[in-house]
Every structure is written in C-alpha cells, then in structure tokens.
T-cell receptor, first 110, second 114 residues
Framework: GIQVEQSPPDLILQEGANSTLRCNFS?????LQWFHQNPWGQLINLFY???GTKQNGRLSATTVATERYSLLYISSSQTTDSGVYFC????????????FGEGTQLTVNP | ETGVTQTPRHLVMGMTNKKSLKCEQH?????MYWYKQSAKKPLELMFV???????ENNSVPSRFSPECPNSSHLFLHLHTLQPEDSALYLC?????????????FGPGTRLTVT
C-alpha cells in the first residue's frame, strides 16, 4: 500500500502567522482529503482535493497529483486552529479506502 | 441527529467484559468504516462495509467483530480485549466504497481497557 508522509510533525505559531503543511505520497493517489482533529477527537473535513486548488476562508489546499504531494495553507492563524491536521489518500485500486499520515500537531499561541 | 454519530463516547471495560460500539450515519451513504487511532500512531483502517464489498484488515484480532445490519448502522463487538486495545475508535461513512468518495467521521469512542 501507499505510504503517506506529513511534515512538519509539530508546528508552533503565534496568532496571526501563516503556515504551510505538506503531505507526500509514495505512489499516485486519486482520492485525497485533509482533516482537522480537534482536542476532543472529532475529525473535521477540510478539503476533498485529489487535484487542483481549493480555498475555504483562511484555509486553502493545493494538490499536485503528478508529483504526489499536497499542501495545506493556513493564513492569519487563530488559537482555534490548534489541533492535529491529517492528510489521507487512496490508491486507484482502493476505492474510497484511505491511508492516513501521522499528522501535524499545530499549536497557535495567543 | 445529523452526520455520523457514535455511542458511547467513552467506555472503560475490563479484559473479560463484552461490549459493543455503535455507529449510525444519517447521510444516506452506502459504505461505513471502522478506524482505530492509538496514541502517536496514524489512523488504521479496521473494516469496510458497503454494498460493493466487505473488507477486513487481516491484522485485526478476532476479539474485534464487526456487524453491519443495514447501510445506516455499524457495530463493533468487543470481547476479551487487551490493554493495548485502548484507543480512540472512529467510525466513518461515504457514499460508496468502490468509487472515489469523501469520507465523513463520527466523534469517536474513547476506549480504555483495564
């Protein structure tokens, strides 16, 4: 199966700063999602983005499928952005099944 | 209720107990999933149930037994668990499993085995 590598593993920011999280895949994926896990464990869907660029408020994501990576941008970060960010991908033969990365632990300080 | 719900939210059980986790999706989806999230590890897919397939991760011990009576409900029956089974168990659903569909997650059940 595919390997999913996320970087950085940990990130500490001051409120208002911008950041970029990266996700690399060992093989081609045609199903890619970004999630935010809040302190209570709930996984919140951020983006479904097998390719291209999407924006939602202060968050945006870009996937370059041919180069097997995806980026999540957080602008003007807020303390409520703290938590773990996961990317997950699925291979062509896997249907909707996802393989998750280990996550980026983001802490935004006031 | 909307989205994906899970009960109970917290569970403490002894190694000789039998318990069940319940998941219900209100999204009209046809595929449901169980994931295990242990501390400092990525989410691991345990089971997939859909109209197209039933997939089991061969590394999941038989002390975990899934049941999917219909497309809206998914159970995980637990018996004679070990302390290392303590984890957050997450349920998800998607429109299908054979194609490429976005998954939506429930809030999880935090399980502690004593």
């Amino acid at each position: 199966g595919i390997q999913v590598e996320q970087s950085p593993p940990d990130l500490i920011l001051q409120e208002g700063a911008n950041s970029t999280l990266r996700c690399n895949f060992s093989d081609s994926v045609n199903n890619l999602q970004w999630f935010h896990q809040n302190p209570w464990g709930q996984l919140i869907n951020l983006f479904y983005i097998p390719s291209g660029t999407k924006q939602n408020g202060r968050l945006s994501a870009t996937t370059v499928a041919t180069e097997r990576y995806s980026l999540l941008y957080i602008s003007s970060s807020q303390t409520t952005d703290s938590g773990v960010y996961f990317c997950a991908g699925g291979e062509e033969t896997s249907g909707s099944r996802l393989t998750f990365g280990e996550g980026t632990q983001l802490t935004v300080n006031p | 209720e909307t989205g994906v719900t899970q009960t109970p939210r917290h569970l403490v059980m002894g190694m000789t107990n039998k318990k069940s986790l319940k998941c219900e999706q209100h999204l009209g989806h046809n595929a449901m999933y169980w994931y295990k999230q242990s501390a400092k590890k990525p989410l691991e897919l345990m089971f997939v149930y859909s109209l197209e397939e039933r997939v089991e991760n061969n590394s999941v011990p038989s002390r975990f037994s899934p049941e999917c009576p219909n497309s809206s409900h998914l159970f995980l029956h637990l018996h004679t668990l070990q302390p290392e089974d303590s984890a957050l168990y997450l349920c998800a659903s998607s429109q299908g499993s054979g194609g490429i569909y976005e998954q939506y997650f429930g809030p999880g059940t935090r399980l502690t085995v004593t």
